[in-house]
């Protein structure tokens, strides 16, 4: 990449800026995709996403990103956002109302989906990567404690959406590894766009084993096909190898991707 300003719309970035400069609420460009998370913890963004691919794209404005912390939304002087669970039980609750008025000034400044962390959510995929990628941006609301009041979830018809089934201390990491799987797929972002159509879970498989130098390592060598120049032959490899993966680790992907292909199992 240059060092050369880049225009992505109505402002130019200058590389030179910090990540956490970028996080502006004010500035919108244009066609940058927008992220935007509410949260308790604004310092722990843009953390990881600050860096390598998606903190370069966050410098030269393909993405940006806005924190709404949720404390500024809180109730009486001690800016009180959670209490405790109605019918009893251990932890806190976020309030319908402060969250609620974090929400209502979310959807005024981002258009998107509004999604809620939550490991009760719909379990998050490439394809929910690619289909964010097209959009607008979406904004992000990072739970704490034991969650977020039913109510605000019904109220706006929010979309819940979990990385795995394990349990968070809160929404903020999930919210990064969607967002990082997002930004990964706008355009201009990797260096190498075919490296987006053979990774893992494009058509439903995952990826052939990679190699590099040196040639020999503790004994083992690299597999003779792949130093053999013979291009069509290290893509047949490549793609068995794909195929025996998927079939022996992931069968729910591997029947997704027999019925795509509309091969019948052997
Ligand atoms: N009591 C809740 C868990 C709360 S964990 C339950 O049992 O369902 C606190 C917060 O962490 C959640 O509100 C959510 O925002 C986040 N979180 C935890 N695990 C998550 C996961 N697997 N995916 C997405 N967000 C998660």
Not at 134 to 149: K, N, V, Y
Not at 239 to 250: C, G, V
């Amino acid at each position: 990449m240059t060092d050369t300003p880049r225009s992505h719309g109505r402002k130019t970035i200058r590389p030179s800026l910090q990540p956490r400069d970028l996080m502006s609420e004010e500035v919108h460009l244009v066609r940058a995709w927008q992220a935007q998370v509410i949260t308790l913890f604004p310092e722990a963004f843009p953390g990881v996403l600050g860096l390598s691919l998606t903190g370069r794209a966050l410098q030269e404005g393909r993405w940006q990103l806005h924190a709404i912390p949720l404390r500024e939304f809180g109730e009486g002087k001690h800016r009180n956002v959670d209490d405790t669970p109605a019918g009893g039980g251990a932890g806190m609750v976020l309030r319908p109302d402060v969250m609620g008025r974090a929400v209502e000034t979310a959807m005024q400044r981002v258009a998107g989906p509004v999604i809620y962390l939550s490991p009760r959510g719909r379990p998050f995929s490439q394809a929910m990567a690619r289909s964010l990628a097209t959009m607008p941006g979406a904004t992000f609301i990072c739970g704490r404690f034991e969650g977020l009041d039913q109510r605000v979830i019904d109220h706006y018809d929010i979309a819940e959406v979990s990385v795995g089934d394990f349990v968070l201390t809160g929404g903020e990491i999930a919210a990064q590894a969607i967002i990082d799987a997002t930004v990964r797929l706008l355009p201009g972002v990797l260096g190498n766009a075919a490296s987006t159509e053979e990774e893992s879970f494009s058509e439903d498989l995952l990826e052939h084993p990679q190699y590099t130098r040196p040639a020999e390592w503790q004994g083992r060598a690299i597999p003779d096909v792949l130093m053999s120049g013979h291009h069509g032959e290290i893509a047949r490899w490549r793609r068995a190898q794909a195929e025996a993966i998927t079939r022996a680790r992931r069968p729910d992907l591997w029947a997704r991707h027999m019925a795509r292909t509309g091969r019948a199992e052997e």
